[in-house]
C-alpha cells in the first residue's frame, strides 16, 4: 500500500520563527500532494497544495516544497504564530487512486 | 466551517453494540469518504461512495459497513464494536471522484467511545 511518513513526529518554534515541517513519501507516481492542519478537536483543514509539475508553491506565509528525486515534501511557515500551533499532515495521491495521509507532525508554537 | 456535517459529535457505547454515524457532505459533493484517526495515529481510509455508488476501499473491516443515498448523504455502519474500534471518525467530501482532482474537505469528526 502507500507509505507517507514524517521525520519527526513533534516540533517546537518559537514565536516570530520560521517553521519546516517534513514528509517523505514512497509511491513515485504520486502526482498531487496537499498539506493539512488539524487543530484540536476538529477536522483536518487544507492549506496548500502542489502538482507534481511544480517543486514550489507559496501561499499566505507558507511555502511547500517538493522534491520529486528523494521523494519528500516540505511545508514552512514564516513567522509562526501561536495559532499555527496543530497537527499537520501530508497527504499524497494520484489519478484515480485514494489520498494517503501519514501520520503527523504535532508543531507547538512557544510564546 | 467546512460545509460538511457530522453527527454525533461524540458517542459512547459498550462493546458488542452497533452504531450509526452520519455524514451531509457539501453542497454540491458528490464523493463522500470515510477515515478513522486512531490515538497518535494518521488519517486511515475507509470507505468512499461517488453518486451513492461505492468508489474505492481502504482497510475496512468487515464490521463496518457504509452507504450513501440518493440525498448525498452517507452513513457509516460499525457493528459488533470493539474496544479497538474507539477512534474519530471523519467524513470528507469532494466535487469529484476522486484522485488528483482537487482537495478533501472535513467534518469536524465524530469521536466513538467504546467501553
Known amino acids: 500500500g502507500e507509505s507517507v511518513g514524517l521525520h519527526l513526529p513533534t516540533l517546537s518554534v518559537q514565536e516570530g520563527d520560521n517553521s519546516i515541517i517534513n514528509c517523505a513519501y514512497s509511491?513515485?507516481?504520486?502526482?498531487?500532494f496537499i498539506w493539512y492542519k488539524q487543530e484540536s478537536g476538529k477536522g483536518p483543514q487544507f492549506i496548500i497544495d502542489i502538482r507534481s509539475n511544480m517543486d514550489k508553491r507559496q501561499g499566505q506565509r507558507v511555502t511547500v516544497l517538493l522534491n520529486k528525486t528523494v521523494k519528500h515534501l516540505s511545508l514552512q511557515i514564516a513567522a509562526t504564530q501561536p495559532g499555527d500551533s496543530a497537527v499537520y499532515f501530508c497527504a499524497e495521491t494520484s489519478t484515480g487512486n485514494q489520498f494517503y495521509f501519514g501520520t503527523g507532525t504535532s508543531l507547538t508554537v512557544i510564546p | 466551517d467546512s460545509g460538511v456535517t457530522q453527527t454525533p459529535k461524540h458517542l459512547i457505547t459498550a462493546t458488542g453494540q452497533r452504531v450509526t454515524l452520519r455524514c451531509s457532505p457539501r453542497?454540491?459533493?458528490?464523493?463522500v469518504y470515510w477515515y478513522q484517526q486512531s490515538l497518535d495515529q494518521g488519517l486511515q481510509f475507509l470507505i468512499q461512495y461517488y453518486n451513492g455508488e461505492e468508489r474505492a476501499k481502504g482497510n475496512i473491516l468487515e464490521r463496518f459497513s457504509a452507504q450513501q443515498f440518493p440525498d448525498l448523504h452517507s452513513e457509516l455502519n460499525l457493528s459488533s464494536l470493539e474496544l479497538g474500534d474507539s477512534a474519530l471518525y471523519f467524513c470528507a467530501s469532494s466535487v469529484f471522484a476522486g484522485g488528483n482532482t482537487g482537495e478533501l474537505f472535513f467534518g469536524e469528526g465524530s469521536r466513538l467511545t467504546v467501553l
Open positions: 509511491n513515485s507516481a504520486s502526482d498531487y
Open positions: 453542497s454540491g459533493d458528490l464523493s
